[in-house]
């Protein structure tokens, strides 16, 4: 309020001032006198400072005319100029509100109009670097992949956005599918920043996918150094890489690296079953049978499961059954509550012909938690008791429609395998697989026809595989059993 006031005054003042020199000098008797050629001009006071003023005015104009023609000169002849300056300025601010629109078109999903603001940003702007992404990313939206592709080629060529066009291309042909060249731009993009979380995790996962494990092992090696992955991840996982690269040394019959990478597998991750038996195998091999032992009762002490009890009897392959059920104890009793060590010594008596002992060894596990393996045993120890036909298909019946027990299942997508698997085939996911019952379990049909075989006797029209299943399950109880046998 007194600054308006003040401003008021200061006005008012300056007027009055002027007024005041005005008066004085018409009040003033002298004047100006020109003349030239034959022209005479006559000014008082008043008129000669106002002409005087005018003068200097188009002096001035004059002189800013003829500096805006030579800055039109230099402009045509490329040389900077406040003039190109200008021009500049305006471009650029074109350039950078072209931008701004085609960000907000990209972020609300309009994908045609933030292509178009893109195009126009990169006219006005000429700096590939900034506004190549925003073209990309905008033609991706928009559905136009050459010109995205165009765009993600323009950031190759600038240092500061060689990662940003490769990244970008990798994840085009991802999406098309093209894994080999995705492969090839994962191993660029890794060398151009090794400590990209992202980049560390699809090329992790093109390696494996390839089975490149001593890649995808300096991959994980370099994902543990940067702090993103924790010591105990990091040894479960490199020893998953370390089997499957011990198993690919067997493929090419280089038994020697084999077995040496299969027992520095079982020694990062004591409780990898296929590790385990592995290395106990490859020990085997080499005549090392106690250290065997020591590795396979570890295991199975962590997650008691058939394939390492196959392993464990492997070590004396030539033993008689009863000699076996003796000596496989010492395995079993390192898990003694466990169902499989049940089920294991129950298969290992009924190779051995010792019925009732088999029948105590496998105790109510039918009732509390049948399984088709438990109930092929029931079936086989009937059988061998001589007990009437009747009861033994009685329990196949139940077989067929018992739950199969525990699997290879993906803890990610549930999928079920029949084998280890570093990737779930379903989903891909990475060191997924446990060993556990699966969510879904079989159970008998609304009409129980999966019965009628066992009922009448002998298979009906459609059921063949039933039966098949059913006479296959009483003679192939364990990889144990048969090898005693």
Not at 115 to 132: D, N, S, V, W
Not at 389 to 415: N, T
Request: aromatic residues 6%.
């Amino acid at each position: 309020m007194l600054w308006s006031l003040l401003k008021v005054v200061m006005f008012v003042a300056f007027v009055a001032a002027l007024s005041f020199a005005a008066t004085l000098l018409q009040n003033t008797q002298a004047g100006l006198r020109i003349a030239f050629a034959g022209w005479e001009f006559h000014l008082g006071p008043l008129q000669a400072t106002i002409v005087l003023l005018v003068l200097l005015a188009v002096l001035w104009l004059l002189m800013r005319a003829v500096g805006l023609l030579v800055a039109t000169l230099r402009f045509v002849t490329g040389d900077e100029t406040a003039l190109s300056r200008y021009f500049d300025r305006n471009r650029e601010r074109k350039g950078y509100a072209a931008l701004n629109e085609g960000l907000i078109a990209l972020a609300s999903g309009e994908g045609r109009l933030a292509l178009l603001r893109a195009q126009r940003a990169e006219k006005y702007l000429g700096k590939p670097e900034i506004t190549a992404l925003l073209v990309a990313q905008a033609a991706e939206v928009a559905g136009d992949s050459a010109k995205a592709t165009a765009a993600y080629k323009a950031l190759l060529a600038n240092d500061s956005t060689r990662f940003v066009g490769v990244r970008g291309l990798l994840k085009q042909k991802l999406a098309e599918g093209d894994r080999n060249t995705a492969l090839k731009l994962a191993q660029k993009a890794f060398e151009l920043r090794p400590k990209h979380t992202e980049t560390q995790d699809i090329l992790l996962q093109l390696q494996s996918d390839s089975a490149d494990w001593a890649g995808a092992r300096a991959t994980l090696g370099a994902k543990a150094r940067g702090g993103s992955l924790p010591k105990d991840v990091f040894r479960r996982r490199d020893a998953v890489m370390a089997l499957q690269q011990a198993k690919g040394i067997l493929d090419e019959g280089a038994s020697i690296e084999a077995r040496e990478a299969a027992i520095d597998a079982n020694k990062k991750s004591p409780d990898l079953i296929p590790a385990a038996a592995m290395a106990a195998r490859a020990l085997i091999e080499k005549g090392d049978t106690k250290t065997a032992e020591r590795i396979l009762k570890k295991a199975y002490a962590a997650l008691p499961h058939p394939d390492l009890a196959a392993a464990y009897a492997e070590i004396a392959p030539d033993e008689s059954p009863t000699a076996r059920v003796k000596r496989m104890v010492a395995l079993l009793d390192t898990a003694p509550n466990s169902d499989e060590s049940r089920l294991a010594h129950a298969e290992l008596l009924i190779a051995a012909e010792d019925f009732p002992a088999a029948r105590r060894a496998l105790g109510d596990l039918v009732e509390t938690t049948p399984t088709t393996r438990s109930c092929v045993i029931m079936a086989a120890i009937e059988r061998g008791e001589g007990s009437d036909e009747a009861v033994v298909r009685g329990w196949m019946s139940r077989a067929l429609i018992a739950p199969r027990g525990p699997q290879w299942c993906c803890d990610a997508c549930q999928a079920i395998h029949s084998e280890w698997l570093p990737t779930c085939t379903n989903c891909h996911g990475f060191d997924t697989l446990s060993w556990r019952a699966p969510n879904e379990k079989l159970g008998p049909s609304a009409t129980g026809a999966e019965l009628l075989p066992l009922l009448v006797g002998s298979p009906a029209k459609g059921k063949a595989d039933q039966a098949d299943r059913a006479d296959e399950a009483v003679i192939d109880l364990a990889s144990v059993a048969r090898s005693a046998n």
